[in-house]
Nanobody, 124 residues
Framework: QVQLVESGGGLVQAGGSLRLSCAAS????????VAWFRQVPGKEPEFVSA????????YYSESVKGRFTTFRTNAMDTMSLQMNGLKPDDTALYYC?????????????????WGQGTQVTVSS
């Protein structure tokens, strides 16, 4: 069982930046594809970004492309999402998800493990 823990959420003004992190309790994420999804109340989770298990490929939704960057840190033990130019529409609960050996996918069904989420709120 892989337990994912997100951190780094908070309240920020529009145009500001936040960095989210995702770590696996008791193990490394280096062999997992890791993705970020976000969800607002009453809506389905939305894909944000993903990185392949090797770290060689990254994927972004059109709504965040050019503003968000996902990358591995600490010898691939954690995954980060750097969010710049934040907008009020980015307000959501952000989840990280992991898929052992995955190539990276935009589909929720591809990921076996999920964290509890970290709240990001962007004020106008």
């Amino acid at each position: 069982q892989v337990q994912l823990v997100e951190s780094g959420g908070g309240l920020v003004q529009a145009g500001g930046s936040l960095r989210l992190s995702c770590a696996a309790s008791g193990r490394t994420l280096r062999t997992y594809a890791v993705a970020w999804f976000r969800q607002v109340p009453g809506k389905e989770p939305e894909f944000v970004s993903a990185i392949s298990a090797t770290g060689g490929k990254t994927y972004y939704s059109e709504s965040v492309k050019g503003r968000f960057t996902t990358f591995r840190t600490n010898a691939m033990d954690t995954m980060s999402l750097q969010m710049n130019g934040l907008k009020p529409d980015d307000t959501a609960l952000y989840y990280c998800a992991a898929d052992l050996g995955g190539l990276g996918s935009t589909r929720r069904e591809s990921y076996e493990y999920w964290g509890q989420g970290t709240q990001v709120t962007v004020s106008s």
